[in-house]
């Protein structure tokens, strides 16, 4: 079928798509978008369009499989006109996260060395008090001291109540603490 036979075709195609589209979409505006979509994709893909079989037909199914495929999209969407919706989706800066995390690295090497352990021991080892004591040689309620007074120290640092190193170094010996408490 030549070019133009191909075009001609289309466009005595025309009535019975906009008949159609009426038909399954029952708007008139919506309908010719729909044969205007269906034009477009067969004009991009006449190639797969075979000679000697039906025109119309083969219309009709790429009219009504975009039909389809376009109401499934139009169910997962939230209808919003006045963007209030839209509005409550929003996502704050993950970068704070990140300097947070590194911030407490920091500030995990200002503890003394009793309190950062048994802080690691509890929060990052997962053990109990009583296992911490056991590890440490010392009474449960002296690690629950260390341990409280560890994340006070930490919260007045963290709050920026008090300025600490805040460089890689301290940074990297808190990883590779941590690190080695999460491998126990």
């Known amino acids: 079928m030549s070019a133009a036979q191909f075009k001609k075709d289309l466009v005595d195609a025309i009535p019975r ?10 708007d008139r505006d919506r309908a010719d978008d729909l044969v205007q979509e269906t034009l477009s994709k067969a004009i991009a ?38 963007g209030k919706h839209a509005a409550t989706l929003e996502s704050n800066p993950q970068q704070t996260g990140h300097l947070e995390l590194k911030d407490f690295m920091g500030a995990l090497q200002v503890l003394p060395d009793d309190q950062r352990e048994a802080l690691i021991l509890i929060g990052a080892s997962g053990f109990s008090y009583e296992e911490a004591a056991e590890i440490l040689g010392v009474k449960v309620g002296t690690v629950k001291s260390r341990v409280s007074r ?12 008090e300025e600490f190193d805040r460089s890689e170094v301290a940074i990297a010996e808190s990883a590779a603490m941590i690190e080695d408490a999460l491998s126990v």
């Not at 006449?46 to 119309?56: A, H, I, S």
């Open 17 to 26: 798509l906009r008949a159609f589209a009426r038909s399954i979409s029952g």
């Open 45 to 82: 893909n006449r190639d797969k369009f075979t000679e000697g079989t039906n025109l119309t037909a083969w219309l009709i199914t790429i009219l009504r499989n975009h039909f389809y495929s376009v109401g499934r999209k139009m169910q997962r969407e939230v209808s919003d006109p006045d």
């Open 150 to 161: 560890a994340r006070m120290r930490l919260e007045e640092l963290m709050s920026g109540r």
